[in-house]
């Protein structure tokens, strides 16, 4: 059974400061790997969908890496802003279906 | 374009009774998949459809059930309603069904509180 853990489950950092996000899976056998943004009481936002033969995938201040032999995922941040504090979440795609399981994301505070 | 639309966005129901929650995917998209999130928590998969078909199911009692019409719109279904049923349901699509081209989009929600 795929088993997604996000650590640490809550950050916080000063304006300006890049942000690492850590996204870890237990079964390497996955198709994709999404990192999706929330907001308090909202829906998701798709982030970035990173397949599993790509090794990083970019858009803007954002780059997700994907290192799928050891279970793991990073979403870097670049130079947050307060517009940024928000949860993540990464979700994985395995052989086992079609559905996407999630981690317990990562609440994120960036100060002014 | 619009996106994945859900309805209603809001709504409280007593103990017992029964629920439904519908879902519009985007235009062009055949998938629908439902979540259920919990307060603090990622969230859990319940249902996929695809062409109407079910492609899977989460660890969900048999309360819930879902459908997917031939628009591809879609309703998810709670009945005997319990107070751990409070939650944000939210609905996904996707272009397929196949798993390598499954980026998904969510709608907005739907949070349910049961009292």
């Known amino acids: 059974k795929q088993e997604v853990t996000q650590i640490p489950a809550a950050l916080s950092v000063p304006e300006g400061e890049n942000l690492v996000l850590n996204c870890s899976f237990t079964?390497?056998?996955?198709?994709?790997l999404q990192w999706f943004r929330q907001d308090p009481g909202k829906g998701l936002t798709s982030l970035l969908l990173?397949?599993?033969?790509?090794r990083e995938q970019t858009s803007g201040r954002l780059n997700a890496s994907l290192d799928k032999s050891s279970g793991r995922s990073t979403l870097y941040i670049a130079a947050s802003q307060p517009g940024d504090s928000a949860t993540y979440l990464c979700a994985v795609i395995g052989t086992a279906g079609n559905k996407l399981t999630f981690g317990g994301g990562t609440r994120v505070l960036v100060k002014p | 374009d619009a996106g994945v639309t859900q309805s209603p966005t809001h709504l409280i129901k007593t103990r017992g009774q029964h629920v439904t929650l519908r879902c519009s995917p985007i235009?062009?998209?055949?998938?629908v998949s439902w979540y259920q999130q919990v307060l603090g928590q990622g969230p859990q998969f319940i249902f996929q459809y695809y062409e109407k078909e079910e492609r899977g199911r989460g660890n969900f009692p048999d309360r819930f059930s879902a459908r997917q019409f031939p628009n591809y719109s879609s309703e998810l279904n709670v009945n005997a309603l319990l107070l751990g049923d409070s939650a944000l349901y939210l609905c996904?699509?996707?272009?397929?069904?196949?798993?390598?081209?499954?980026?998904?989009?969510f709608g907005q929600g739907t949070r349910l509180t049961v009292v």
């Open positions: 079964d390497s056998a996955i198709y994709n």
């Open positions: 990173i397949q599993s033969s790509q």
């Open positions: 235009s062009g998209h055949k998938s």
């Open positions: 996904a699509s996707s272009g397929s069904g196949d798993r390598r081209n499954t980026e998904a989009f």
